[in-house]
């Protein structure tokens, strides 16, 4: 821990994934209202931050929530990085505590279905193509082409995720689809299909980080951040060094686990983002789950066995992808896991599990590793 | 400084504050540009984290400003709170190095006249009120009337930062007016005249921030944060227990001084938020530079004395307000006075320095003690 404070995470609420459409400061109040109804034992007057994930453009959100939630902080501002903001919001989290500023910090995320993250506007390398599918269905070309890898074998992506989303009260799908679904969903791309792609969604995710000593005063069943990882590349994704690997996951993945001193091997449940069916194995590899090219026969290995390791909640593309909420709801998952509180999601003896998230290209991203 | 690892403000670039219709993402990189210009001896390699602070409503501008910058960051994210987003930024810089997470931080902020943060659209309370002009106007009327203040005497306060801001290269003001000036700009309110008011602008400002450690092998002229204190009472102004105090600025203050060893006597230059000219002597009496209701009292003295103690720089009446900028631009007045770097601006023997700084009607305040 490189003689850093130690940081738990002692609560969390969640609201479901939906099409709602609501005003992001209902939105936003509704997990944090859910995370203090579920633990009543917490002292809003302890919080000394209030740090907001969202993508949205109305301002001042953290002291709207505040207000609206009963806090006074001290510390209290929005904090947007595209898709990776939820996974930022808590690494400030940490940061706050293990300096000292702050012993309990609540980090709450929210998005609307139809937010402005959503939309890439700043590549003109681009052109027009500004939704996200265009890169993705670059990486799609490339890692097929590069690992012969079929468009079948991405699809099952989908097919697992959404199965394991079905086990998922708070995700926005309830449906399974086989492989021949995933292939007949309309076609957007020259590589990609409807259902290789996760949804934008309204929703919301609230967890609380504490200090060491402050968590043995609330709980015994904290689970602690003990790697942390992050790396930006750069923010056009046309200067990826490769477009079938992610190379700043494989640094965040890296520095996260020489931090809490694991191996990939060690890990027994992982969040991984999966806007894209193609970008499940592409992260894999890069983290080290699989060897290159072999992520999707990983993937088929799970999928058969019914073993839930990788995004046991049903991944984005099952639950649904409300950016700024997904790096906390991954996080609330991987905790749940831990805590072996997961119901018919549990990984079986689930002790250390990892969040990776990212955005646009995995031009950036940010790697968690949680113990119990 | 309670066990925390020491953190120095090295660096330091700024662009002219103006009306210029430049896109964010221009505006933003350029006084990054000016701070790698002044200080080649940066290695662009050491900077672990880059977080922007701007109210625009443009995405993913870390990673932006960090590619066209040439810098490959860990840490990537922006942050908004309002006009005191800069200044949180700050402080979470602080957080990043003191925690370890980071040794080397490059804070952005950036805004464009047009600021989305200038319309406070979230408090229905205020009906159609929604410009900060109309809190700004009862706080006025509730300070003139509490203390039996004149509006001529809180023209002085116009009066005083437009002369400083004369001093100031960067300033949107370089004309001088007197208090006859002031009582004759054009009437908004019943309360405030066009010159009590800080003007929209289109400005930046950049700052690096490092641990005590590299802090040795780059520079020996560092200025250091010694003191943090920040606080949030509410988001609505009419939540304010007082219009003729600042609770948040109060409370803020009492922490940073605490947290540097220091009490307001030992304070030599400060930069206080002058959104509007009543801001600036409420602000003094709640940081305790002056007895309640003395504020003006002490701005006449400074002004007849020439003494540039408060607000050297111009304050935001006379410098401009790009809001996600002004912290920035604060906190690197302060550090150029610490450095006796401030030209015809310099206050004497300037050691200990104070910034402040505050959203929305003091719901939020932040207040920084430098030294150096």
Not at 182 to 195: A, W
Request: hydrophobic letters at 35%; charged letters at 20%; a neutral charge.
């Amino acid at each position: 821990m490189n003689n850093m404070n130690k940081v738990g995470i002692i609560a969390y609420g969640i609201t479901p994934f939906t099409k709602e459409d609501k005003k992001i400061e209902s939105v936003l109040l509704k997990s944090t209202k859910n995370l203090f109804e579920n633990n009543p034992n917490i002292d809003r007057n302890d919080i000394d931050a209030v740090l907001v994930s969202t993508n949205n453009n109305s301002k001042y959100l953290s002291p709207i929530l505040s207000e609206m939630a009963g806090i006074q902080p001290k510390i209290a501002h929005s904090i947007e990085s595209l898709c990776n903001s939820g996974t930022n919001s808590i690494v400030s989290a940490y940061s706050y505590i293990a300096s000292g500023l702050a012993d309990m910090v609540l980090v709450a995320g929210a998005e609307r279905y139809d937010s402005p993250g959503q939309i890439l506007e700043w590549d003109n390398s681009r052109g027009e193509f500004k939704h996200p599918i265009f890169w993705a269905s670059i990486f799609a070309k490339s890692y097929k082409r590069e690992y012969s890898i079929s468009d079948e074998q991405l699809a099952l992506v989908s097919v697992k995720n959404h199965k394991q989303a079905k086990e998922n009260p708070n995700a926005i799908s309830d449906k399974t689809y086989t492989i021949q679904d995933v292939m007949n969903s309309k076609k957007l791309t020259e590589d990609l299909r409807l259902l290789d792609c996760s949804r934008p969604c309204t929703g919301s995710a609230s967890i609380i980080l504490v200090s060491e000593e402050k968590v043995k005063k609330i709980t015994d069943t904290s689970v602690w951040i003990t790697g942390i990882g992050q790396k930006t590349t750069s923010a056009g994704f046309t200067k990826n060094t490769s477009l079938s690997s992610m190379e700043s996951t494989k640094a965040a993945g890296q520095s996260a686990l020489k931090m809490s001193n694991k191996d990939i091997t060690n890990i027994d449940v992982a969040e991984i983002h999966d806007a894209f069916s193609v970008c499940e194995p592409i992260a894999l590899e890069s983290l080290g789950f699989s060897k290159l090219g072999k992520g999707t026969d990983m993937i088929k290995e799970l999928y058969d066995t019914n073993n839930f390791k990788i995004n046991p909640r049903g991944g984005l593309i099952g639950s649904g992808h409300p950016l700024g909420a997904t790096g906390i709801a991954q996080t609330i998952e991987i905790t749940q896991q831990l805590q072996s509180n997961a119901d018919k999601r549990q990984v079986d003896d689930a002790k250390v599990g990892l969040v990776h998230n990212m955005s646009a290209a995995a031009t950036s991203s940010t790697v968690l590793v949680l113990e119990k």
